[in-house]
């Protein structure tokens, strides 16, 4: 249903709430685009970018406060600015209850044409901090929904930023999940279907996925030459002066380039070489591992599964530490997925450390 809902103004609010829903649901183990319904949204998202904004429409009720939308935006603006500051599990319930409470506002209340407008952009916004929080928690599936509800509103109001932010965390929703082929249609319809910055930095961020996905199908030359597309965008963007007002709060940099061009690499089997240049990244004790979209749960375990099957137990461990660490208390889930690595290593000091701790604090993992 989230994905067939109309390409109007209501469709994008059912969306919401259809996102909204799924959210306090139990979650299900796949996807809502698989197969060939990957490519029609693709080719229904090219379609729908190329038409003129749709306004809300009103149904003659009274319309909403100004107070109230000034106080959804402040309430958005404060989510984001705190996005690095504190922990994913932590900060997700808010910005879930913010899009609740947004989407309920647009379902329940009538307004005019550009408030209407205002209120799909906030919640077009907060969707991109759902999914990024979902993506940081391991949540693949939930951060699909969140991106689906998000690029509708966003593609209906004419934003095809807000577009393009919620369709690079769709196609890492399903690169994370294990569907590597999804990510390219996803990609291409960007690029054909929506007039994007060159200047943005998640331009960066939709060619270190496409490396990485490339990577994952053992795409070697494919993988290279995004790797070196994202080098020079990051390159043309710190040199430009103009920041779109969406890149605000993101903080892609070298050690995006760094982490997601070494996984590609453990991906393509040159294991010993990225694991040394991935060092220097993990012993930055000051660089948060959720801060970074290439690097988010799904691909640091697969650095600790690679450090483990070579030796690299000490290391292996220090991973594991430094990509707990953001999460201050780490949900149980990545602590299971993280243990099942683990285990096996039991008798090695370093692997005694952290699974004596995890079971002193009496955590069900």
């Not at 993506?135 to 109001?157: G, P, Y």
């Not at 990609?187 to 994007?196: A, F, N, P, T």
Request: hydrophobic fraction near 45%; charged fraction near 20%; charge should be neutral.
């Amino acid at each position: 249903m989230l994905v067939n809902r109309p390409w109007t103004a209501r469709g994008a609010i059912d969306a919401f709430n259809d996102a909204v829903t799924l959210a306090g649901s139990p979650s299900h183990s796949h996807l809502a685009l698989t197969g060939s319904r990957v490519q029609g949204f693709a080719e229904m998202l090219q379609c729908a970018s190329s038409t003129s904004p749709v306004k809300p429409e009103t149904d003659g009720r009274k319309d909403v406060d100004d107070a109230a939308v000034a106080g959804f935006y402040a309430s958005i603006r404060n989510l984001e600015r705190v996005r690095w500051a504190v922990s994913p599990q932590a900060l997700y319930p808010a910005a879930l209850g913010n899009l609740t409470t947004i989407t309920a506002f647009l379902t329940e209340n009538g307004y005019r044409d550009e408030t209407g407008v205002r209120l799909l952009r906030l919640a077009s916004r907060t969707g991109i901090l759902c999914g990024v929080l979902s993506l940081s928690l391991d949540c693949n599936i939930q951060a699909e929904r969140f991106s689906l509800a998000a690029i509708r509103a966003a593609i209906v109001i004419g934003s095809p930023e807000l577009a393009l932010y919620n369709l690079v965390i769709l196609a890492y929703s399903h690169l994370a999940a294990g569907a590597a082929r999804d990510v390219f249609p996803l990609l291409e319809s960007v690029q054909d279907g929506i007039r994007w910055r060159h200047s943005s930095r998640i331009v960066v961020a939709m060619y270190l996925l496409s490396a990485l996905a490339h990577a994952e199908l053992g795409e070697s030359a494919a993988s290279s030459r995004d790797l070196e597309r994202a080098s020079k965008s990051l390159a043309v963007l710190q040199d430009s002066q103009n920041c779109p007002a969406v890149d605000r709060s993101c903080k892609i940099d070298e050690k995006w380039i760094l982490a997601a061009s070494e996984v590609s690499r453990i991906r393509l089997g040159q294991s010993q070489p990225a694991l040394e240049r991935l060092a220097l990244l993990l012993s930055d004790t000051g660089a948060a591992a959720t801060q970074f979209f290439p690097a988010a749960t799904h691909e640091l375990l697969e650095v600790v599964d690679t450090q483990l099957k070579i030796g690299k137990i000490q290391s292996a461990a220090h991973t594991v530490q430094w990509a707990l660490a953001p999460f201050g208390k780490p949900p149980a889930e990545i602590k299971r997925k993280y243990r099942k690595k683990l285990e096996p290593y039991h008798s090695h000091p370093a692997v005694k450390e952290i699974l004596d701790l995890w079971d002193s604090e009496g955590s069900a993992v």
